[in-house]
Each structure stands twice: as C-alpha cells, then as structure tokens.
C-alpha cells in the first residue's frame, strides 16, 4: 500500500472553490441531493463494488459552506476540563503523536430517509441508500492528545467543533458534537475510540470531507465525526452545540421536554440495502451491503433474501471482507420470474440485532432499518 | 372532600421507629420483598378496588434506611444556577407559596421485574405487578419555589436528593436524581410539571412516602419522585446522582460507554395487569388497571383480553375514572371453559402505544410492559 505523505502544509483550500461540484477537487462522482450545502450520495451499483469506498464514491454531507482553510495556519485547540490548555498546528499533530490508521464504516443518521416519505412526508435532505461508505481513516488518536492535555476529575464528555459557519434564521454557529469519554475506553491496539483524521485513503482530507482534519467515531453516526475540526473541548456534560443537543435525537412529537429528555443519537443500528441486480444466464445476481449496529465485536451473522414479502427467505453469501465498525458486502444469486416482484433483505448482527420489518415514522426521519424493499423494476435486468 | 391538615411541623419522626414494619405507622397492608430497605407492594386484588390507592396499599420503593426527621427542624434548600439562594422550612414552603393538589399514577421502573426471570434472572427487587399506585399529592409547585430563586440562562436541568443515606459498598450518598427544566412547559393550571409534596391522600406523608417533603413528577417512572427532599440543584447537566448518572437506565451491556450513551429513564411506558378473577354464575369477572404512557393528553383508548394466547381478542370494560397522568380501571366478564388457560391483556394508549408480544431482557429488569400473560389458576375460581 502506498506511503501516506503525511505532510499537508502546503495545500491551501479557498471557500470559492469548493461550491461548485463542476470543480471540486475531488472529482465527486455522486448523485447531489442539494448543492449548497453540499449533500451527495454515489450511485449504488458503484458504492458495492468495492470493500474500501473509493473517495470519488464517498458520500458527502454538510450542513454550511466549506470553510476557507490555509493549511500551515489552521490550528486545533483543546480546552475544558484539562489541566494543559493546547494549540497545535496540523503538522505539530502529526509530529508529536504517534500515526494512527483504522478502517471503518462512516454511516448517516439519515441514511434511507426516503423511506420513511411513503408513509408521511419527512423533513431533511432525501437520503436513499448512499450516505454511507467504508474508508481507510489516518491521523491520530484524540486518547493520546487529551492524555497530553492531562482530563481532570468529573469530566465525562469530549465535545467538537467546526470552523464552518452554519446560519440559521438570524444565528451562525458552527457544527459541533460530543462523544461520551468513556468511549475511548473501547479502544485497542487496531481501532481508536476517536482518530483525528488527516487522512482518507491514504491521501489528505479533500475539502468536503474537513480538510485539514476531521474527528472519526468508530461506530457512531457520521454527524458525530465533526469535520474541519478546530476546537475540542473536554467537559462534565455533553455539548451544547445544536446538531447534538436539538437534533440528531430520536424523537416523535419534537416537544422542548422531549428533546431534552432523549439522549443523542450516537450508534448507528443494524441495516443493509441492495445495491445492484444483473442477469446472470436465467438468474439474476444480487448486491448489496450490510452494516452490523455500531459496536465493538459486533458482526454480520447474516443476510436473507426473500422473494414472497418476507414468508420464506434464503441466505445471502458474504464478502470475505470485515471488520470491527465495517460493512460486508454480500451477494446473492436468485430466480426472478416475475419483474412486479419485490426483493426485501434484512441483515442480523452476532449482537441479535436484526432489521424489524417496518419501523416507527418519525418526524426528522432518522435511523431508517426496516428491511430493504425493492421493487425489482428499479433495475435494468 | 376534607381539607388538608397542611401543619406538619408537631410531627416527629425517627429512624428507630420506622424499621419494623410491625409498628409502621401508616399500619401498611403490603407484601414485603424486603425489609431493609423497606420495599413492599399490595395485594393485587385490593390494588383494583379504588381509583384513588389508599395509602396503606400504596407501595413502598426505598433505597436506603429512612432518614430521622423533625419536622419542624427539616430544611429544603433551592442552590445552583439560580439568582438567590433558598432555604425553607416546611411551614415556610406551605405558607408562601401557593398550594397546589394534583391527582396522578406513580409506577417503579421495576414493575413486573419477576417476568424477566423466565428468560433469565434479573437483579433487583422481585417485583410483581404491584409497584403502582394513584393518588392524591398536595404542596406547592416546583416552577412557583424557582420563580423566587431565579434561574440563571444556559439551566437546563433540576436535581433532587434525599435525606437517606444509601450505603454502597464503602459509599455512603442520597438518593438523588433530576428532571429537565423543560418537564415544567407541560404544566397547567390542573396539573404541575412536579409537584413538592407534603401530603397525600389529604395526610401528611408517612415516613416511607418521604416525609416531610418529596417530589412528584407526573408521567415519569417513581425513581424520579425523590422522597425525603432536602436539596434542590439548579444545573446545565443532569444530576450526577448514582440513581440517575448509572443506573435506572434501559441499558444491555452494561459497558460504561454505554451507561454514557444512554439517557435515564423518565417517562413511564403503557401497561396493564389482571389483577383479580371472580366466579359470577357461569362466568368470570375479571378485574385490572391500565396506565397510558406518561405524557401529558395521553389516556387508555383500549384494554383488550385473549383467552387464546392472542389469536382474538376481545374488548374490556374501562371505568369511568381518568385524568392526565393517571391509570384507569377496567373489568371483563368472561367465559373460561378450561382452567389450564392463560389470560392474555394488553393496553393501547391515545397515543398509539401498545403492549407488544414481548419485550427485550435487560439486566436490571426494567420496564417490563409485555402482554399480561395470567394462568388462570392463579386465582381461586
């Protein structure tokens, strides 16, 4: 595998040229479901035909305007409830910490949003099956920073924030989060509890992915992996910031004391989604992924196929490739003789997690893992 | 109705007195789990004969040994985010603010604990159906005593503790919890957000209800009703108190992370229990409660009974006696042709919760809210 050039000092990313995908530097080669912000998701028969999410294939989601960043003058800070305040530059981090690199599967609270519209319309940018891709992430591990700036007593929570500017209505504020502390005690020597990533695929951050540095959490939702981070702070209590204290919430009727009483959305939950159906002779084979819920040790134990709405279901085969907070991709070779047939597939993980068969409408329209329906008319076959 | 005795301050009560269950002075009609702590429920056939639970069939949850009280002497001090410093007497709470009654359900989290052993053993008290009782509370209102203290901005939460103390291992703390400020937006002129209460049933609180003072919170499960109130803490996190901080939470692993991830419980969820079954003639009259999930507007739309383990099922009767917050009677009159038959109930809300089938094990035992699955042979018909 090729070396990661560490260094990122000499990129310098304007705001103007990252707003319209035309020139992105990327070369995205995803579906937009919005253009400012920028929000896309690749097409699904690409996204399944590698393990590793090719960058050019990995979903894209913000909530503002990319920030404008100079790379050699960006800096993070760590603040809070620690007994060393810290500045580092993007270049003293990589220099000072240990090089850390994991692969993981980066999934959105949103994922299959549209779904949920067939039964009351939902607010939101109209996810199908997209946002979600496994990446090899490199930088290094937040245990070791805040080990640097020294955690005192009674701090339970690391919050994030972002140096984009989010306005809504008459407020700008930036995207931020938090993530339990204790959450770095799940780490070993392959899997950071958070990495704070450079890196994507051995290459540095593009910009709609938070170039110069992003934090990643293992097995949370990707709202928790706060991108262009340039504040941490470590404190008694989860963080203020909107996109965790007010949304990114399991909630149904959205009253004041409901949300408060709800706790963020932090694991993501079993889930899985054909992807691809080609003609293979009289067969038609089947692709698609399947993520088992954000923990550690937790595993795909298996996929179903069933081709009578769920009255019998046959077993998929699965991809070779795993991991602990990865997919699996999976495929499947079946008789279609109807083309009005629907294909429904539903994952459980070794945790005894499996898909229900619907679920619960809610009004942000998250965490969408009923079984997979496909009309197989949505393909070519 | 008479009026309430509101002077509590000649009343005496000390520790000593309150150990034997054999001189409680409340002259309790409980079955006790335990004795130290005191942990006693009703006969479930006496449960059902009144809408309002008499005290002596009101059941008992405490965590720790009754505290010594003189009542005049009791303290309840109002600190943290608030603009003045409080400290009341009883006599002084009663007499500056204005008193406030209200009629609702209190239920332990635990309730039906005892059916979870059938799949595997949980910790706890074995509770059965009994942990529930409706009565009338009398005081003043939480959101009228913070008006005079004055919240600070960026307050989101409000502690509770005890005058226990609870011995754990070599620790010795109160029992404590919180609310969300927020709990108080839902209140209205009939009913407050939570209600410190120094009466019930228009009595004084015995000892094992908390007297002199508790808290009570409409809608949410009986932990977070603190008995015994001295301490109230305005906060911008949520109490850090063992009772909500680690436990009386839905958690399954039980890794630190996820007691981190994981929201305390607050509300309670709908459930229903047959509690007695008498011969009438050819048939069988069957008796039980219902209570709607703890939000507020949410009342039964339906109890329904299946003497055929859920193929059909058949309507009961409700009582005529409702309100927010409160559980509601209801009787069925059945043929039973085989006495080896279960019972079968379950409850629908207006809210569109319903008891399923089953429910997921968790360690603790908590919020056990399954069909009612009753052989009949526990009554003597």
Redesign the interface.
Known sequence: MAAIPWSVASRTVSAMMQEDPAIDPGKMDLIYRSKAPRNGEPKLKKLVENWITPTPQFYIRSHGTNPAVVADEFKVSVEGMVENLLVFSIQELIEKFPKSSCTCTVSCAGIRRYEFNKVKEVKGVAWQEGPIGNAKWSGVRLSDVLKAAGIKA?A??VWFEGADEIVDGKATFPFGGSV????L??EDSSMPGVLLATHMNNEPLLPDHGFPIRTIVPGYIGARSVKWLRKIVVS???S?NHFIADVYKMVY?G???E?????PI??YPVNAALCSAERQDDKVLLKGYALPTG?KGCSISRVEISMDNGKSWTAATLGNEAGDFCWQLWTATVTIANTETDVCVRATDSFGNSMPETVPWNPKGYLYNAWHRVPVSRFEI
Do not use: M
């Not at 949300?259 to 706790?263: C, P, R, S």
């Open positions: 009674d339970k929570h339990p502390l204790s959450k005690l799940e008694d209590k989860p203020p009727s009253t004041p004391v949300i408060d009483e709800t706790a932090y694991r923990h």
